[in-house]
């Protein structure tokens, strides 16, 4: 057998050695991926800044809905026409969720998607309006928060 055939056979070897190996199953569970204190803290955030901003008024809450929608979402945004909103999430519910998609929509939306339960107050000059308790849904792209702006209000 000459060189290039022992070449040729040890090539031949090795790529079905290679893909032998593609088929095999690896032990063990699958467990999620973790969300670490800075993506908690992001996550956090983007609800501390909401409701800030709702003390402040309809018309800064309003502009950081609009500032903080999705960027690939904006032309979707729902308008809060009045009154304010008080979103307390429940971070020990924070995962991911990398099958979601927004409502009307057929795909996943770009950056890392988190889903939190929370309570919604919708409030205005003289006391809460409503109350619900949903999940709401906050991508991180580029380490910034971004929401779906609600439709609510009017």
């Not at 090539?11 to 593609?22: D, F, K």
Request: proline content about 6%; overall charge neutral; aromatic content about 4%.
């Amino acid at each position: 057998m000459g060189d290039r055939s022992r070449l040729a056979c040890a090539l031949v070897t090795t790529g079905a050695l290679l893909l032998g190996g593609c088929g095999s199953r690896i032990p063990g569970t699958a467990v999620p991926l973790r969300i670490t204190e800075v993506e908690r803290g992001q996550v956090a955030g983007y609800f501390t800044k909401l409701n800030e901003a709702g003390d402040k008024g309809n018309a800064e809450q309003r502009k950081l809905l609009q500032d903080t929608q999705h960027p690939d979402y904006r032309k979707q945004a729902c308008e809060l026409k009045a009154g304010t909103l008080k979103m307390e999430p429940t971070m020990s519910t924070l995962r991911t969720d990398p099958d979601w998609e927004p409502p009307g929509q057929r795909t996943h939306p770009r950056g890392v998607v988190y889903v939190v339960a929370a309570t919604v107050t919708l409030q205005d000059d003289v006391g809460a309006v409503g109350t619900l308790i949903g999940s709401l849904h906050v991508v991180v792209i580029d380490d910034r928060a971004y929401g779906f702006a609600p439709c609510v209000g009017g």
